[in-house]
């Protein structure tokens, strides 16, 4: 998978998935909500610069698919021999991330978090699984528990905010959150985004705007009704 773009493990050999949102989503521009990926600041992966190659959920194909789902079934075999093994338990997870299988996702990495609770990088993976899963209470859970963990964790943060503003229909919780995210990460290259977003909610605010109802119209313009 080296001509992969993605580097699917950073950090403690995990990868930080970032919901991230585009500008000038409260003026009229059409919300693109992705997934995209972050090298951890710890190592492992391989190293970026500037801004993310964007990835979308469930699109590994030929070989690179064939090769995920060969690495799994050799994981699991040592799993089965070590069942407390968090790294192999980790890396599983992370392959069915690629592969957009997000329940199995989701019970691996809980299997996981079960061994070793404290790991940001694989509670905000698994809170973008449930965000996919359409569960966005524990998508929610998951992101802030991550931010109570670390006082850094800039992935979290962003991911927080949008699902409060795109999938719960919660400004006010969306700006604490992304003020948040500006605090601990005000050079991330999603930074600027956030900052016009910021800009806009709270001009918004200040003419009396409906939040709640501007939220619900973004979600529409994200997430389109299927067609008939």
């Known amino acids: 998978m080296a001509a992969n773009p993605q580097a699917r493990k950073s950090g403690t050999d995990t990868q930080n998935k970032v919901i991230l949102i ?27 610069s500037g801004a993310p190659a964007p990835i979308t959920e469930g699109q590994q194909q030929g070989p690179d698919r064939i090769k995920i789902s060969r690495e799994i079934s050799q994981l699991e075999d040592i799993v089965k021999k070590d069942p407390n093994n968090y790294q192999a338990l980790v890396t599983i997870g992370n392959d069915y991330f690629d592969l957009g299988e997000a329940q199995k996702a989701v019970d691996v990495y809980t299997r996981a978090l079960a061994i070793k609770g404290d790991d940001p990088n694989v509670l905000t993976d698994m809170g973008v699984m449930y965000r996919q899963l359409k569960d966005f209470p524990k998508a929610v859970a998951a992101f802030r528990k991550a931010v109570s963990i670390s006082p850094t964790h800039a992935q979290s943060r962003m991911n927080l905010g949008v699902v409060l503003m ?4 919660d400004p006010k919780g969306a700006i604490a959150a992304w003020e948040d995210y500006l605090r601990v990460a005000p050079n991330d290259p999603s930074a600027e985004n956030i900052r016009r977003a910021l800009e806009e909610l709270r001009a918004k605010v200040a003419t009396g705007v409906d939040l709640e109802q501007a939220a619900r119209e973004l979600g529409q313009q994200a997430n389109p009704p299927a067609a008939k």
């Open 22 to 48: 585009g500008c000038g989503f409260i003026a009229g521009l059409v919300v693109g909500v992705i997934i995209m990926n972050f090298t951890g600041s710890s190592g492992g992966g391989s190293p970026q």
């Open 166 to 169: 795109h999938d719960l229909n």
